[in-house]
């Protein structure tokens, strides 16, 4: 804070917050399920932790944040290394390491069948209900709980070890001539996750992945493949890796 004042003038004064946060793990963010020792690779400056619920495809576990892609929380670029980044859909086609690809909603419908053991549903372009839980991990940020309590919303297990964490979603608005979006404004975080499918819908949209705090399902949504921003979760072939 900060207060001013001069001989015959009213005093003023301004106050600003802020919030300190530290990259790594167990450090900022903690309760995510990884461990050091996970499997894991280097991309750009950040580790990318995966897990492979489906046997075919690896996961990441953690929130893609590959520059000079999207955007930071609140432009932060000290928060991308800890909530992710949040990217167009077209972004996110180019975002993902060499190797690694947005996973079309084909392979999260998969993913979901396998860890709630309903093998025969259709779950393609539509809601996966009552597995939420199992995707979401109780972690928390500078020890403030992030996915807020909701008894309608079930236990969270992270039985997938995907480690969904609530991250919300930006509207970007115009981009800049430097590829930042100066004008972003980001929503839903603690209350919402969001992320891309590769899956292309009609007139400009996109698919993508969300879950509400107070529900137990996994929904499916459409947004604007230029102006919406949401995380990225990539996968890659587990048949195409040297053992």
Not at 45 to 52: A, D, G
Not at 139 to 151: L, S, T, V
Request: aromatic share 14%; hydrophobic share 30%; proline share 5%.
């Amino acid at each position: 804070s900060c207060t001013a004042f001069a001989k015959g003038y009213t005093s003023s004064y301004s106050s600003a917050y802020v919030t300190v946060v530290k990259p790594g793990l167990d450090e900022t963010l903690t309760g995510t399920g990884i461990k050091a020792g996970d499997p894991s690779i280097t991309a750009g400056n950040n580790k990318y932790y995966y897990t492979n619920p489906t046997s075919e495809l690896d996961w990441m576990r953690n929130n893609l944040a590959v520059e000079p892609y999207g955007a930071p929380y609140e432009n932060a670029k000290a928060t991308s290394y800890i909530l992710g980044r949040y990217y167009s859909y077209e972004e996110a086609l180019q975002a993902c390491p060499e190797g690694w690809r947005l996973p079309t909603d084909q392979e999260w419908s998969e993913m979901a069948k396998i860890i709630s053991g309903t093998d025969t549903a259709d779950y393609l372009h539509k809601n996966i209900p009552g597995i939420a839980g199992k995707v979401k991990t109780n972690a928390y940020f500078n020890e403030q709980k992030m996915w807020e309590y909701w008894p309608s919303a079930g236990k969270i297990t992270n039985d997938s070890r995907l480690g969904i964490i609530p991250t919300g979603y930006s509207n970007f608005e115009e981009m800049a001539a430097d590829g930042s979006y100066p004008h972003a404004v980001f929503s839903g975080v603690f209350k919402y996750s969001a992320h891309w499918t590769a899956d292309l819908a009609e007139d400009g949209l996109a698919y993508y992945r969300y879950i509400n705090c107070k529900l137990p399902d996994i929904f499916i949504g459409k947004a604007d493949a230029k102006t919406f921003g949401a995380s990225v979760r990539c996968v890659r072939n587990t048949t195409n890796q040297t053992l």
